[in-house]
Structure formats: C-alpha cells, structure tokens
C-alpha cells in the first residue's frame, strides 16, 4: 500500500530573528516570524506526512496557543512526525520539497537540508529532494516579506518482519 501527502506553509520574514529553513541556520539579516522557529520547510514536510497519513495537520497536532511549543525548533516537531510514522506502520518512499524565497541564495545549503531532513527521518539521504525558486520579484514572497515551501511525499507500508 502506498499514500501520497502534500503540504504547504508559509512565514513572514522579519528583523530580529534567526533563519532557520530545513533544519539548518541560514546566514540572512532575517528570519521566519513564528509560535516555533518558523521554519516552512519542515512544517511543510511534517503537514505532507501527516496528509499523508490523514492524521490532520501541524496546528492540531501542534498548536500554537500551546505554551510547551513556544521556540520549540521545528526538528522536534518532525521527530514526533517521524515517531508517528513508525508506529501507524509507514515508510518514507521519497519526500520533494520546493522552497519559494527571492532571498537569501539557497544553493549552498540544500545539502545540508537534505541531510538534516534524512537524519530527523531515518532515511538515506537519496530519499530527501530540495529544490528552491523565486517568484521573480512579484507578490510578498517576491518582495521579500515572507518564505513558502511546499512538500510532496509518498508513503510505503513497512515490511513486517514475522517470527
Ligand atoms: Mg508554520
């Protein structure tokens, strides 16, 4: 059996904060506005697993009216996301990840993400795809107000081990 999910999210940038985008600090005069870390790629991620899933989505699982999640980094939500996926009996097939930003430059962290991402999942690395765009200057992501991401993933069921 297989299940494909599909997430999105999307933060205000501002002064004052740390950028945090798939787990890793990106060097930038801002950062994500958020409950957490503000980091859209891993709530995408954690919403498409979840999707896929259908156990609902971040904000249930995780709610941002909920004291314990204040500065929480995102890397623990999408351990409890990945703690989820073993126990109902899932296995991340492959996950593919857009992020849409008109800044900072991207490309020098994408292995890193990559990496972050697979470690947080227990997967090798080939399974993690991060790819990044701009939205060539037009709306708030274009004028750098705010980062979106997006994130595909299919799910296999485990293969159980008998006797
Ligand atoms: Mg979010």
């Known amino acids: 059996m297989m299940r494909v999910g599909h997430g999105y999210d999307l933060h205000r940038l501002v002064p004052g904060r740390r950028l945090y985008l798939g787990g890793v600090a990106v060097e930038y005069d ?35 009216t909920d004291e314990r999640f204040l500065g929480t980094p995102s890397s623990v939500l999408l351990q409890e996301v ?6 109902e009996g899932w296995e991340v097939s492959n996950l593919d990840v857009t992020i849409v930003a008109e800044a900072p430059r991207l490309a020098p962290y994408r292995h890193a993400m990559r990496s972050r991402i697979a470690e947080l999942l227990n997967v090798p690395v080939e399974v993690v ?3 990044a765009k701009s939205n060539e200057g037009m709306d708030a992501i274009g004028r750098g107000e705010a980062i979106a991401a997006t994130a595909v ?6 293969k159980t081990t008998i006797g």
């Open 153 to 158: 993933t299919l799910l296999r069921e485990r």
């Open 82 to 87: 990945a703690r989820l996926l073993q126990q």
């Open 129 to 131: 795809s991060i790819k």
């Open 30 to 64: 801002r950062g994500l506005l958020g409950h957490s870390d503000g980091d859209v790629v891993l709530h995408a991620v954690c919403d498409a697993l979840l999707g896929a899933m259908a156990l609902g989505d971040i904000g249930q699982h995780f709610p941002d």
